[in-house]
């Protein structure tokens, strides 16, 4: 009597492409904003007996769902924005039953640019899943489960980078129509990880103001980056909102003694998921941000403090923005193959070191940067260079301080250009091949005239005593 084969039946969901590092080790596919996301999946069943099913479905979802208390009952709201069903092809001898076998099929679900980036906060979330089921008439279903998180990004693509693919946000006005005031960040849109710099200005006080010419003090000024999520019902009837503060900045530098204006930009580290997720749009759940300035006010002569943080809305500066999940700045690279993970992934399609066609991108020898209108550009590029940061990593990863005043541009997405024009090179003449030139560099300007002369007159510049360059016309 042979030994008693055990039955068993098997529903498996495999994910095809996408990038490991989601929470709970799920996949992460990143979106594109002027083309679908396409996500692949492979869904198998096998059975080694004649087992009980109507069908094998699977789809695709995509909603956003919203749960909270209020006076002891449960309220929430769902929305289901996307949803593609399939059905598995099976082999039925007769109604309700499936044949033993393997059975797979493949499948790809579109996410449109549009779709809101997974998250989840208290109260809320955006979810992706994919769902299997053994449709069975008289038993429970079989259900398989996997989600995947998608993470949305508003950069465009590499056609359209003739254009400025950002714009400066700010936030500007005038406190108790005394105090000009405002908070200044290099866009309008930021990214999950992104190294963040912030410009605020205060002062000087209003010419026509009663405290004119007086000077004042500040008192523990901060930063806050706000979270909000908004959370409501499918009908709209109830709704509540759920904050928190995500970073808490202390201005560590700023003067102890009263002053007449007060200028300073400091770097905040946006964190990434979970603690701060993306905006979201539904319609039942929708997350925004605020960046906060919050400083204690003293004007000499006046009695008390006057404070920002006061609770009336012109008593905080408050900058709002939007948040993608594309994260341009994770951790410092130890290569410069690891730099992918700290820039915005589209100039570097263009990028002739990140193709690995060239080992430099950029001669730094001259360097044109207009304070005025790029000053936060400037600042990252000293922060870049500056003893710390460079020895722990900008000229481990570069040649010096070539790389580092378009890549500091990239990160904060300041728009920058490269003069288009061929590089040059003046010098000698070689002995044996006339074609060719033995100089040192030539920067040309934008309409290929001579700009400036890396090395002047000496063959190499790097060796002391070396022997000019031999000039016949």
């Known amino acids: 009597m042979g030994a008693k084969v055990k039955l068993q ?15 709970d080790e799920a996949i992460i596919y990143y979106g594109q904003s002027d083309r679908p996301t396409v996500v692949h999946c492979k869904i198998r069943f096998a059975t080694n007996y004649e087992c009980k099913g109507d069908r094998i479905e699977f789809c695709f979802t995509g909603r956003a769902v919203s749960s909270w208390s209020e006076n002891e009952d449960s309220i929430g709201g769902k929305e289901v924005f996307h949803r593609q069903v399939w059905e598995l092809p099976v082999n039925q001898p007769k109604p309700g039953r499936i044949a033993p076998g393997s059975y797979e099929a493949s499948f790809n ?22 769902e299997a089921k053994l449709r069975r008439s008289w038993s429970l279903d079989v259900v398989e489960l996997r989600e995947i998180w998608y993470s949305a990004t508003s950069l465009p693509s590499l056609v359209s980078l003739a254009q400025p693919i950002m714009t400066v946000g700010s936030c500007a006005g005038v406190w108790r129509d005394a105090l000009p005031y405002s908070i200044i960040i290099p866009s309008e849109t930021l990214f999950l990880g992104q190294l963040l ?11 026509n103001s009663p405290v004119t010419g007086q000077a004042i003090r500040l008192i523990d ?24 503060v995500v970073v808490d900045l202390t201005l560590a530098h700023w003067p102890k003694v009263a002053v007449v204006e007060y200028q300073n930009t ?11 997720v993306p905006t979201t749009r539904t319609t039942v759940y929708s997350v925004r941000h605020s960046l ?28 709002t923005f939007r948040l993608f999940g594309k994260g341009l700045y994770r951790s410092p690279p130890k290569s410069c193959s690891e730099q992918k993970e700290i820039l915005s992934s589209l100039q570097e399609r263009a990028s002739l070191s990140f193709r690995g066609i060239s080992n430099y991108e950029q001669e730094s020898g001259v360097v044109v940067i207009n304070n005025k209108k790029r000053f936060l550009g400037m600042m990252a590029a000293c922060k870049m260079n500056s003893k710390w940061k460079r020895e722990l990593w900008s000229y481990r990863t570069f040649y010096g301080d070539k790389e580092t005043f378009w890549s500091v541009f990239e990160m904060i997405q300041d728009p920058y250009a490269f003069v288009r024009s061929a590089s040059g090179v003046i010098g000698e003449r070689r002995m044996h091949d006339a074609s060719a ?19 002047g007159l000496v063959r190499k510049k790097e060796e002391v005593g070396s022997q000019d360059l031999g000039f016949t016309y």
């Open 9 to 23: 039946k098997s529903l498996a969901i495999e994910i095809e492409g996408g990038q490991p590092g989601g929470p």
């Open 109 to 130: 679900a579109t996410l449109p640019p549009t779709y809101p980036s997974s998250s989840e906060t208290k109260g809320g979330r955006v979810t992706y899943l994919v």
């Open 197 to 207: 710099p912030v410009t605020i200005r205060l002062g000087p006080l209003l010419a």
């Open 221 to 244: 000024p901060r930063l806050r980056l706000k979270q909000y999520a908004h959370l409501a019902t499918n009908s709209g009837n109830s709704t509540a909102v759920r904050k928190k």
């Open 266 to 276: 400091v770097l905040m580290q946006l964190p990434t998921l979970p603690e701060l």
């Open 292 to 319: 906060n300035l919050m400083v204690g006010i003293a004007l000499s002569g006046l009695a008390g403090v006057m404070k920002v943080k006061d609770r009336t809305p012109n008593n905080v500066l408050t900058h």
């Open 437 to 455: 030139v033995c100089g040192t560099q030539l920067h040309l300007d934008y309409q290929e005239r001579p700009l400036w002369w890396n090395g």
